[in-house]
């Protein structure tokens, strides 16, 4: 069974970085089938695609977030993460890690979400 | 790129259908047969819908159908159920540098 589980800080302060990571178990981020991407939903809003990293460690980000975020993957780990800088409190949201199917382009699984609050 | 285009909410009575629409360009619904669609309850994991235009993943109920025309995809719900009342989200491959798109979302309320 593929679960993926986020973890990192919940609370942040403004023009500090945001570190997140996902845990996979069940499938390897290894593998050349799928990328590992990171989706937020900020308050109220909707689903907002961050970016997404491919086994090889091609990384694919929102054109309109890519100056401040970096993804990675950890094969040995299993894991990838998501580095998001000076965040402010437009950044406040629950952040889903996901898996991406590269065949299809589909998001086939999901972890539950963290929230993550950015206030001074 | 912009985000794709969805009506912001619909509502529809239980057992009647719905069909909700994502509007995109020719670069990226029009040119692509990678859209998704997913729902969202509040405090939960979206769930994958449909991918692939109109393909259901196992488990998921032939009462959510998928298709496309032109610029345009379309989720349709026939039979609405009070626990269909979700949001709905499509995507879309855009190009190999930004690989996807979303919508900007659709609150269904089954009245």
């Known amino acids: 069974q593929l679960l993926l589980q986020e973890s990192g800080p919940g609370l942040l302060k403004p023009s500090e970085t945001l570190s997140l990571t996902c845990n996979v178990s069940?499938?390897?981020?290894?593998?050349?089938?799928?990328?590992w991407g990171w989706i937020r939903q900020p308050p109220g809003k909707g689903l907002e695609w961050i970016g997404s990293?491919?086994?090889?460690?091609?990384?694919y980000y929102n054109p309109s977030l890519k100056s401040r975020v970096t993804m990675s993957s950890d094969k040995s780990k299993n894991q990838f993460s998501l580095k998001l800088s000076s965040v402010t409190a437009a950044d406040t949201a629950i952040y889903y890690c996901?898996?991406?199917?590269?065949?299809?382009?589909?998001?086939?699984?999901w972890g539950q979400g963290t929230l993550v609050t950015v206030s001074s | 790129q912009s985000a794709l285009t969805q009506p912001a909410s619909v509502s529809q009575s239980p057992g009647q259908s719905i069909t909700i629409s994502c509007t995109g360009t020719?670069?990226?619904?029009?040119?692509?047969?990678?859209v998704a669609w997913y729902q969202h309850h509040p405090g939960k994991a979206p769930k994958l819908l449909i991918y692939?235009?109109?393909y259901r993943p196992s488990g998921i109920s032939n009462r959510f159908s998928g298709s496309k025309s032109g610029n345009t995809a379309s989720l349709t719900i026939s039979g609405l159920q009070a626990e269909d009342e979700a949001d709905y989200y499509c995507?879309?491959?855009?190009?190999?540098?930004?690989?996807?798109?979303f919508g900007g979302g659709t609150k269904l309320t089954v009245l």
């Open positions: 020719s670069s990226d619904v029009g040119a692509s047969d990678y």
């Open positions: 995507t879309s491959y855009t190009d190999s540098t930004t690989l996807v798109l």
């Open positions: 990293v491919y086994y090889s460690g091609t990384t």
């Open positions: 996901a898996r991406l199917a590269a065949a299809t382009i589909k998001f086939d699984s």
């Open positions: 069940g499938a390897s981020v290894g593998s050349n089938s799928y990328y």
């Open positions: 692939e235009v109109s």
